[in-house]
Nanobody
Framework: QVQLLESGGGSVQAGGSLRVSCVVS????????MGWFRQAPGKDREGVAQ???????NYGEFVKGRFTISKDNARNTLYLEMNSLKSEDTAMYYC???????????????????WGQGTQVTVSS
């Protein structure tokens, strides 16, 4: 059984930083495209970032160099470091995993098979 468990969310002031983590069990992230998504109330889920099995990453356009996705294969854990946070970054952040090792060029929810329950990030201005 594949499980993804996010943690690290919380409340932060605008301009601050936060790192969220995702511990994965039952699925080796070393061989998968892994991603982060977010969903704000009343909005569609949007792709934040994803990382290939070989470590190549790509990001949603709105990230603009503020976020960094990384992973620790030995710990089977995915990370998202978020800097220069804005109030519009407030959302539930979800970790997701594909079965394939390489990501598509665009971060799309439909490409992902396994999902976590999410961790809330709230940015106050």
């Amino acid at each position: 059984q594949v499980q993804l468990l996010e943690s690290g969310g919380g409340s932060v002031q605008a301009g601050g930083s936060l790192r969220v983590s995702c511990v994965v069990s039952g699925h080796a992230i070393s061989g998968s495209c892994m991603g982060w998504f977010r969903q704000a109330p009343g909005k569609d889920r949007e792709g934040v970032a994803q990382i290939n099995s070989d470590g190549y990453a790509n990001y949603g356009e709105f990230v603009k160099g503020r976020f960094t996705i990384s992973k620790d294969n030995a710990r089977n854990t995915l990370y998202l470091e978020m800097n220069s946070l804005k109030s519009e970054d407030t959302a539930m952040y979800y970790c997701a995993a594909q079965s394939l090792p390489y990501c598509q060029p665009i971060v799309r929810a439909d490409d992902y098979r396994y999902w976590g329950q999410g961790t809330q990030v709230t940015v106050s201005s």
